[in-house]
């Protein structure tokens, strides 16, 4: 009867936006492992990372030691545009599903980058901004990232060059023109404007491009551009570290409601919003507070944690960034054409990497139909069309509630629902067709980016 009382949408109110950042690693006992110069195998310091990154967003990147980081003015105030997010309790879902799991969803959906990324995209593009710089570069892969920096770069007024992977860039024209609204330039990868695109495009000919090569290019351009500075939408810690704000919400809200989850569920691309999402809960984790079950979900033709290396790896295919040790599949993984859009990236979050390899959180892969099979029956109940990454833990979170069905438990499921699934319906169309394939690498596949791992003593 008190489950009555548990509203179909929580809103925080706008005076509790989170005003600092949660740095999980702060809490770590084993912290993820540092940067390494690909040339030395010596740790990168900050001042080896300038050329690359914004000076501020360096220092974020290598603090390990503050729990909580000030969430500057500016920031708090675009957040207010479309934040706090809803936690909604997936009733409608539940009844569909006729289980006693209770489960509820944070939406990150709600604004018109369509995802997650604007957390973080805005507190780069206020950095870079506040160092005085013209403009940034950046890769991106389904688009979200580079949706959201756009809109991000034209709010502080910076030119904003996005390599954006090939196959994409043809798939979602319209992802495309959103970029060029917001006054973005586009360039599909590999391409020829770079030298580390001309060497891809000469080693593999007809790619449709990985995040992996968009990253080698992007990356060249703003080492090689005065003024400019890379920016990475996923994967590094600083970003794990602004995406702390979708956990911060949602244990606020949580806490309001009285409510304790039992299982906390996210898709796993490079673990942004996955990291965001379980950051204060991994906090208690880690603290010794409380115990939860964490469950990253990435698709079974892009299997990182599942089937790859904890090992140091290039973040980039064209092996000019900096060594991160991760679980990865090989920086020359390029994932299957058949797979629809995200969660294509070769290796995982080192910050992630750390936990899962010390037990704190669980891992599992799902086929593509399966997860479009679940996003539809969640689109026909809920209301909300989700993204194909999203729907990788809707898709999990259905399962674990079937679980609760069959044994009677009431457990209570969180997944982070991360964006809406609009510019998506090349892959809705497949799949409304009966034409969508499973695709899973054989070992033979994975060898072949194993083999390119970096070697060197203690490595591979
Ligand atoms: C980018 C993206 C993801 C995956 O990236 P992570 O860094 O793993 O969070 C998931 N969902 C949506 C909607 C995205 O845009």
Known sequence: MEEKKIPYKTYLDESEIPTKWYNVRADMKNKPAPLLNPGTLQPMTAE???????????????????????????????????????????????????????IYYKFEGNNTSGSHKLNSAIAQAYYAKKQGLKGVTTETGAGQWGTALSMACSYFGLDCKVY???????????????MRTYGASVTPSPSTSTAVGRKILEDHPGTTGSLGCAISEAV????????????????????????????????????KLGVKPDIIIGCAGGGSNLGGLIAPFMGQKLRGEADYRIIAVEPASCPSFTRGKFAYDFCDTGMVCPLAKMYTLGSGFIPSANHAGGLRYHGM???????????????????????????EQFARVEGILPAPESSHAIRVAI??????????????????????GYFDMVAYEKFNDGVMSDYIPTDEDLQKGFDGLPKFPGNV
Request: aromatic share 10%; net charge negative.
């Open 220 to 255: 060249e351009v703003a080492t090689t551009t005065e003024g400019y500075r890379y920016v990475l939408g996923s994967v590094l810690n600083q970003v794990l570290l602004h995406q702390s704000v979708i956990g911060l919400e949602s244990k606020a809200a949580l806490d």
């Open 164 to 178: 954006m992977v090939k196959v994409s860039y043809e798939q979602k024209p319209f992802r495309r023109e959103v």
């Open 399 to 420: 399962d674990e509630a079937l679980k609760c069905k069959e044994t009677g438990e009431e457990k209570t499921i969180l997944f982070g629902l991360t964006g809406t």
């Open 48 to 102: 080896e990372l300038y050329p690359v990154f914004c000076e501020e967003l360096v220092a974020q990147e290598l603090n390990n030691t503050d729990a909580y980081i000030d969430i500057p003015e500016e920031i708090q105030t675009f957040y207010k545009m479309y934040r706090p997010s809803p936690l909604i309790r997936a009733y409608f879902l539940e009844k569909a599903l006729d289980t006693p799991a209770k």
């Open 349 to 375: 979050s080192s910050t992630l990497s750390q936990l899962y390899h010390d037990g704190l959180m669980e891992a599992t892969s799902v086929e593509q139909t399966s997860v479009f099979e679940a996003a």
